[in-house]
């Protein structure tokens, strides 16, 4: 730009920092702010670790400002926000809606499924024998 006002790329990434933390994460909302393209925005994540941990940082500065949100409106007595915490924080005390399996540790549970296939021989040509699929290991 004439006049050596040209804006460096570390005056950029800090810019897109401070209009992510302000449009709450919105890449779009954030890039257009700053006058780059989000493709940029995704380039610098790859190419820069320092960037991409404070984008990070970000992410977990909204997490913390919704839980905050959470916690106010169970403090004022809202019964939604109360049952949706009580759901997500207290699986272990039986505040679930539904049960997952998981293998030992929580690790991915690994079964086999056998279909006996009856008289059907003649309608289906029979399978090789082959290595495990993902559901067979």
Not at 8 to 31: D, I, Y
Not at 94 to 115: H, M, P, Q, S, W
């Amino acid at each position: 730009m004439a006049g050596g006002t040209e804006i460096t790329t570390a005056a950029r990434k800090q810019a897109m920092l401070e209009a992510l933390t302000l449009s709450f994460g919105v890449v779009a909302h954030a890039a257009k702010q700053v006058g780059i393209n989000r493709t940029t925005h995704y380039l610098w994540m790859e190419e820069d670790a320092e960037y991409k941990a404070a984008v990070a940082d970000l992410k977990e500065y909204k997490k913390d400002f919704i839980e905050s949100k959470l916690i106010k409106l169970i403090n004022e007595g809202d019964t939604a926000a109360t049952i949706f915490a009580a759901k997500t924080q207290l699986k272990d005390r039986g505040y679930i809606e539904r049960t997952e399996l998981t293998g030992a540790d929580g690790k991915d549970l690994n079964y086999t499924v056998t279909l006996d296939l009856g008289n059907t021989k003649n309608i289906i040509n029979p399978v090789q024998e082959q290595e495990p699929g993902p559901i067979d290991k």
